[in-house]
């Protein structure tokens, strides 16, 4: 499940040189380590100016372009955004799974062994023990033609060093931990609804006990009883467990329930960084603002009638629109937004954000961030215009900063 074979392998080992396209750090002050971010000592997991472009018949394709975050041992991280942010790309980069076509630059820190420079060996070790990945489609994570039991058994008997007696043992219990009964391990793939099917993947990713589980999109195909099922049973073991986590999804409410702390993806990098609950409920960037505000919220009706969506799509990676790459569909657009290409900043509390609105005037100096032009009475806000906008963007939504608060 989490292992292409030897023929499939993927990596290539080739690293690319750190390029000038950084968004691990703000250079304000303590910058984005202050707030999240960034990597900190005694995270289990440290990424750092993370990069990868694919490459193509039509040319390079950025799709991951400095990110940088820690996860704390037994902590949870969400990563959010809409798709082809990089999500995915990111999730497989920290376990070395892209295909050869992917040219990965930066820093990946697992327990402090960098993975990117590990040999194949130890790769393959680390994949089960150190960290495992639940990827979105379980039947397509299983082998059709296998039971279930003899696929969870694999990496117990390969990388576990385990006797098969033992392995059979580690079976039933891993199954009784996921909610499956011991006798499904007999049952072949097709034999199990799609919930059971997640649960059999969640055990064969916690068979070798690792220490970080990465969940991609673990429940999207999931109705939502069953959603809600896989997603407790998951929070259930990584807490019982002291198991650190990554989970991506589209769904920001999900990850605020799940989370400790959210990571919010546009264009290849992270936009918005901080403590879940502060993220959903009061986003700093406009982006992230308008990704909560399109869920409905539990005691908010009007919020149901009438969830606010983000105009336009996310732009082709390839092609980034120039200074801040979320200007042509943000409603805070300024003048300055087209000369700058803002990286995290400090926004507050353990919090960051790329986005100038965040930056006083001593922080926006620091950062060689032109200052805000002050509108003229009456003048228009010519600034979304001259950055493709159109009049019929959405309104600012509620969360969205305001400068005083962010100053
Ligand atoms: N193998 C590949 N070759 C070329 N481009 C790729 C490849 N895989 C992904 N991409 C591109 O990289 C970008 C990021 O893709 P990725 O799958 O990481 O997005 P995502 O955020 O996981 O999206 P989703 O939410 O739909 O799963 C997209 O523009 C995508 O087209
Ligand atoms: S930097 Fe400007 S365009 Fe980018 S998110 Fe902030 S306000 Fe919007
Ligand atoms: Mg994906």
Redesign the pocket.
Known sequence: MNEPDERDERDTGEQAAPDADRNARGPVGEAAGAGGGGPGPGEYLQVADLSVTYRTAGGDVPAVRGVSFGLQPGSKLGVAGESGCGKSTVALALLRLLPRTARTGGRVLLDGEDVLAMRWGRLRAVRWAGASIVFQGAMHSLNPVHRVGAQIAEPVLLHGGAKPARARERVAELLEQVGLPAWRSRSYPHELSGGQRQRAVIAMALACEPRLIIADEPTTALDVMIQAQILRLIDDLVTGLDISMLMISHDLSVLADTCDRLAVMYAGRI?EEGPAEEVFAGAR???SAALSAAFPRVGDPASRRAPRGLPGDPPDPAALPR??S??PR?P???Q??AE?D?VLWPAGGRRSA????VLSDEGARAAGVPPARPREEGAADTSRLD?GGEDDRAPAPDSAPQPEETR
């Not at 790329?354 to 609105?357: E, G, H, K, L, Q």
């Open positions: 936009v960037h406009p982006y200074g801040c979320f200007g943000c805070e657009a300024q300055r937004c700058v803002p790329a986005c100038v609105r950055r």
